[in-house]
């Protein structure tokens, strides 16, 4: 496949240097929000076993985000991929239909800190990664009961090992193509249900790229047109090569992706948006009788009233627009046990419908609509519609916002000082020597 080849020499040839200077600053941003979802994810406590599982079995060079302790780069990758999923606040893409930043930045920051490289690798590496993820991503329609954290995400940790590597195009070609026969079989259901088997998907996926560039490093090769054996045909309905390499060097894609300031699937986000206007604009939660939701094709299939997990919340629209007009906020602590079960939010969760609306159908993947419509107790009704979401492209999150976000997550897991020390040292990472030291900031005390 030519425009593979293409890709890879993208790849091979990409330094610091040929980096155009917005994409060095839109690459650190990413990276530090991605590492603070890292770090807030951490605090589950599946993941947190998860990560001392890693720390006593696989010990290595890579320090543990938001837990502390070293292993090894691919289970760091693997760990951090989990924690970096697990709240549904990690960036994303819309026309990738997924999240490329988690299979590029854990392994990045994981390899980087393994070999000794200095920021400005550990960021190179991570805009390639990015790169192939997401164009990957485009050119994949994946089929509906397929999620995607499980599926293309392996080709971006492939690219950033083969990088490191210093793989030649054709190497990097074999590997990449090597990686898609270790793409696994992630049910989206698992999501809908609240099965955190889910939140494993982008890790495992992370891991196993990293293998597919040391396995062809010992002589092992992929299948030939693996990437649309794979992508187009088992966990896709179409693959088309073109978007691997259209604007290649030009566009990138990671200016096409959006932050995402809430704890939820970005499906339920415009939702979200439509009742915290409503909110501001004064409307009274106890008086609400029933909610209308109309919205786009995918985001109509959120529908469970009653989520009894915290993945499965965040997957439900109902649960999400009555916790929201409810409690006015969606991050985080709005999918804790004690919300879940609030019988309030349960009570007027039971009382949202979430029907398709065909015509914002349409506007995706560009636009992701949705219209709230409150029906309230004296017969009047109160209404809100958005065609995006806050954190996209033409609605971005501030600077102050981004920072707020970060901090909330980290704060926890390392205090005040050191997460606005990580803040920092995130966003001038091209500078620094190593990632000994934000890795060591964002390491708990107890476990230092």
């Known amino acids: 496949m030519k425009e593979l080849h293409q890709l890879s020499e993208f790849v091979a040839a990409t330094t610091f240097a040929s980096l155009p200077r917005k994409i060095v600053d839109r690459a650190h941003e990413v990276i530090r929000d991605t590492v603070g979802v890292i770090v ?6 599946e993941v947190s076993a998860l990560a001392g599982y890693a720390a006593r079995t696989a010990p290595g060079p ?8 070293q292993t090894a780069a691919g289970w760091a990758a693997l760990v951090h991929g989990t924690a970096g999923t697990s709240l549904e606040m990690d960036e994303g893409h819309a026309f990738a239909r997924g999240h490329a930043a988690i299979h590029a930045a854990a392994p990045a920051m994981a390899l980087a800190q393994a070999n000794g490289a200095g920021g400005a690798e550990a960021v190179t590496a991570f805009v390639v990664g990015y790169e192939v993820a997401a164009r990957a991503g485009v050119a994949t329609r994946l089929r509906p009961p397929v999620h995607p954290f ?5 080709l971006g940790a492939a690219a950033v090992a083969a990088w490191f590597k210093a793989f030649d195009p054709g190497a990097i070609a074999g590997t990449l193509e090597l990686a898609a026969s270790y793409a696994i079989a992630p049910s989206f259901n698992a999501a809908y249900q609240g099965a955190n088997v889910r939140n494993t998907y982008a890790g495992l996926v992370n891991r196993l790229g990293m293998l597919a560039a040391d ?10 047109g693996g990437l649309d054996t794979t992508f187009g045909q088992i966990l896709g309905q179409s693959f088309e090569p073109r978007a691997l390499v259209e604007g290649l060097g030009r566009d990138y894609e990671m200016m096409r992706g959006y932050f995402k300031p809430y704890s939820g699937c970005r499906y339920t986000h415009a939702a979200i948006d439509a009742v915290l206007a409503l909110r501001a604009d004064g409307v009274d939660p106890a008086r609400v009788e029933r909610v209308e939701v109309e919205t786009y094709d995918i985001a109509a299939r959120l529908s469970d009233p009653a989520p009894q997990t915290p993945l499965a919340g965040r997957f439900s629209t109902p649960y999400v627009v009555a916790a929201t007009l409810l409690r006015g906020d969606a991050g985080p602590q709005s999918f804790r046990p004690e919300v879940l079960h609030d019988a309030r939010v349960l009570d007027l969760a039971k009382r949202v419908t979430v029907r398709e609306e065909p015509s914002f159908t349409a506007m995706t993947p560009a636009r992701r609509p949705a219209r709230v419509r409150l029906h309230m107790a004296d017969g009047s009704q109160r209404e809100a519609m958005v065609t995006g979401s806050r954190g996209d492209p033409d609605q971005p999150m501030s600077d102050l916002e981004l920072r707020s976000k970060f901090e909330d997550l980290v704060r926890p897991a390392v205090g005040a000082e050191a997460a606005a020390a990580a803040w920092d040292r995130l966003g001038r990472l091209a500078a620094l020597p190593g990632i000994d030291e934000v890795a060591s900031l964002l390491a708990p005390a107890a476990r230092t």
């Open 40 to 45: 807030g994810g951490m605090a589950e406590p």
């Open 150 to 154: 499980g599926a293309w995400g392996v």
């Open 215 to 224: 396995f062809y490093e010992l002589g092992f090769r992929g299948e030939r």
């Open 62 to 69: 890579a320090g543990l985000f938001g837990y502390g302790g």
